[in-house]
């Protein structure tokens, strides 16, 4: 497991208390874990994804995640319409920790595009990890 001094945190996405990232890209915002919960989980080896055109509000479960340590759930950092999964994790769930940031699970188009600011900025996430 990772030092909390070596996880890689891009400031650019917003955090959620559960280790959700939350990332704009346009209109909709790109969803995924964080480096700390991929560390955490260890191996990944399942990922349940949500249906395109599932709605969900903020902090509603979407999916899971299942490693050999664990299932966690996913939960939404932000309102919205699910437009896309990343259907590579079907056939290939390892991505998420070869690379939290690059392996996106979903992306939503958000009801209240204001939530974003209100998740953790990477400085507050960390501070939060450190406790």
């Given at each position: 497991m990772k030092e909390i001094d070596e996880l890689?945190?891009?400031e650019d996405l917003g955090?959620?208390?559960?280790?959700?990232?939350a990332q704009k890209t346009g209109e909709?915002?790109?969803?995924?874990?964080?480096d700390y919960a991929q560390d955490q989980l260890g191996d990944i080896v399942f990922v349940e994804l949500p249906e395109v055109?599932?709605?969900?509000a903020k902090g509603d479960e979407c999916g899971t995640l299942e490693s050999v340590k664990a299932?966690?759930?996913l939960y939404?950092?932000?309102s919205g319409e699910v437009v896309a999964v990343n259907e590579a994790l079907t056939d290939n769930p390892?991505?998420?920790?070869?690379?939290?940031?690059?392996?996106?699970?979903?992306?939503?188009?958000?009801?209240?595009?204001?939530?974003?600011d209100t998740l953790h900025k990477a400085a507050a996430y960390l501070e939060m990890l450190k406790g």
């Open positions: 890689l945190l891009p955090y959620t208390d559960d280790h959700e990232w909709t915002f790109r969803v995924g874990v964080s055109g599932d709605s969900f299932v966690s759930e939404t950092p932000l390892e991505l998420i920790n070869e690379d939290p940031y690059g392996a996106w699970i979903l992306e939503i188009k958000p009801s209240a595009p204001a939530e974003f």
